[in-house]
């Protein structure tokens, strides 16, 4: 099973900042890394798939890089409704698994 | 527009049992793979399991493996996950989504919370 360390585990950022969350696979994954956010109480919605294609309806703010183990997820000017956890999730191999969640508060 | 709700979650004892349903609406259901994905409660996501869209292949998580089984009904644009011999550890929220040509899950429902408690 390919395992998925994500990092941090919790950030808080000000508004206009930039955030960077990072995703390392134990197995190289080629660029099967896809993004998501979930906000409390809601259920997670795409941001990026294959690792830097953006999802339709995804705010421009958010980009996605990487191949291979090591991946990014870059809000490149934070706002407040980007409070959420965010999620990294590889599709190269089975079982599918998801990292352990980032959560980015507003300063 | 794309639309899964899911339906079926409840509170069960260890050991019994509990069938979960996802109606889709808004695209081809017959063109996608679907997954069902969990969440206990404050714990991140977990892939529980898969199918093809013609239902000719399914895969499980190994914590489920032998206990849930997935299925589908493209007639009626519905999907299943029969769970038995439920255990305390089942406890989750319990996502249906669609799974997208590039693998990833672009459609989601809203959930739907199984109990498993004494």
């Known amino acids: 099973e390919i395992v998925l360390t994500q990092s941090p585990d919790f950030q808080s950022v000000a508004p206009k900042e930039r955030v960077t969350i990072t995703c390392r696979a134990s197995?190289?994954?080629?660029?099967?890394l896809h993004w998501y956010q979930q906000k409390p109480g809601q259920s997670p919605k795409l941001l990026v798939r294959?690792?830097?294609q953006s999802f339709s309806g995804a705010p421009s703010r958010f980009s996605g890089s990487g191949s291979g183990t090591d991946f990014t997820l870059t809000i490149k000017s934070l706002e407040a409704e980007d409070a959420a956890t965010y999620y990294c999730?590889?599709?190269?191999?089975?079982?599918?698994?998801f990292g352990g969640g980032t959560k980015v508060e507003i300063k | 527009e794309v639309q899964l709700v899911e339906s079926g979650g409840g509170s069960v004892q260890p050991g019994g049992s509990l069938t979960l349903s996802c109606a889709a609406s808004g695209f081809t259901f017959t063109n996608h793979w679907m997954v069902w994905v969990r969440q206990g409660p404050g714990k991140g996501l977990v892939w529980v399991s898969r199918?093809?869209?013609?239902?000719?292949?399914?895969t499980y998580a190994d914590s489920v493996k032998g206990r849930f089984t997935v299925s589908r009904d493209n007639a009626k644009n519905i999907l299943y996950l029969q769970m038995n011999s439920l255990r305390v550890e089942d406890t989750a929220v319990y996502y249906c989504?669609?799974?997208?040509?590039?693998?990833?899950?672009?459609?989601w429902g809203q959930g739907t919370l199984v109990t498993v408690s004494s």
């Open positions: 999730h590889q599709s190269g191999s089975l079982p599918f698994t």
């Open positions: 199918i093809k869209s013609d239902g000719a292949i399914t």
């Open positions: 294959y690792a830097s």
């Open positions: 989504a669609r799974e997208s040509i590039s693998e990833d899950f672009d459609y």
């Open positions: 197995q190289t994954i080629g660029s099967s």
